[in-house]
């Protein structure tokens, strides 16, 4: 069963720092979503990743997709108390029919 | 365009009870997922259909729980009877395919069984 570790759980941070978040996998993902989901929302769709050392911006965030395709990471310069959520990587499962979650890095920006 | 829409929102019942999650999903999408969130656990596929067809309950976690698809816009989720252990969050989710297309969310039923 192919299971996704996110690191870290928790992230505290004042707003104008910048953080990395990660997601890893023992297996290679064919490819790789990453969702923010806000308090009483449901998770919301920020980027995917498929080739092997793709990077994707957007905005303040970057995406990057590691070389093996078994690793990911978020990157979000100068945080802002926007940014604050549930922040949650996924890939499709081996059989081809349903997302894997990894249980999420939880980011609190202050101001 | 609308979104997925989940109801209720909220539900507080007992223990025992029977509980009915709905949800309509997008029109035009052809996949159907329910999960569950806990702190613990994480966000959890229990079932999800393809065409008003379930093609795989394993998430599901004891004969309590229940899903049906009568039609292509609208599914239920059912717990009977339901237990305290089964507080949670409850989202349904729709997407035009299970792989690279996104998958939409509604904003969930958080379920408390006291």
């Known amino acids: 069963t192919q299971l996704l570790e996110q690191s870290p759980q928790f992230l505290s941070i004042q707003e104008g720092e910048n953080l990395t978040v990660y997601c890893n996998s023992s297996s290679v993902f064919s490819s790789l979503q990453w969702y923010r989901q806000e308090p009483g929302e449901g998770p919301v769709l920020l980027v995917t990743?498929?080739?092997?050392?793709e990077v994707k911006k957007l905005k303040r965030l970057t995406f990057q997709f590691g070389d093996a395709r078994k690793d990911s990471s978020l990157h979000i310069t100068a945080a802002q108390p926007g940014d604050t959520g549930l922040y949650l990587c996924?890939?499709?499962?081996?059989?081809?029919?349903?997302?894997?979650f990894g249980k999420g890095t939880t980011l609190s920006v202050s101001s | 365009d609308a979104g997925v829409i989940q109801s209720p929102r909220h539900e507080v019942t007992e223990m025992g009870q029977e509980v009915t999650l709905r949800c309509k999903p997008i029109s035009g999408h052809d996949y159907l997922f329910w999960y569950r969130q806990t702190m613990m656990r994480g966000l959890e596929l229990l079932i999800y259909?393809?065409?008003?067809?379930?093609?795989?309950d394993s998430g599901m976690p004891e004969d309590r729980f229940s899903a049906k698809m009568p039609n292509a816009s609208f599914s239920t989720l059912k717990i009977q009877p339901s237990e305290p252990r089964d507080s949670a969050v409850y989202f349904c989710?729709?997407?035009?395919?299970?792989?690279?297309?996104?998958?939409?969310f509604g904003d969930g039923t958080r379920l408390s069984i006291l």
């Open positions: 989710a729709s997407s035009l395919s299970p792989g690279s297309q996104p998958q939409h």
């Open positions: 259909f393809n065409n008003n067809v379930p093609i795989d």
């Open positions: 990743v498929v080739t092997g050392g």
């Open positions: 996924a890939s499709i499962n081996q059989a081809g029919t349903a997302l894997i």
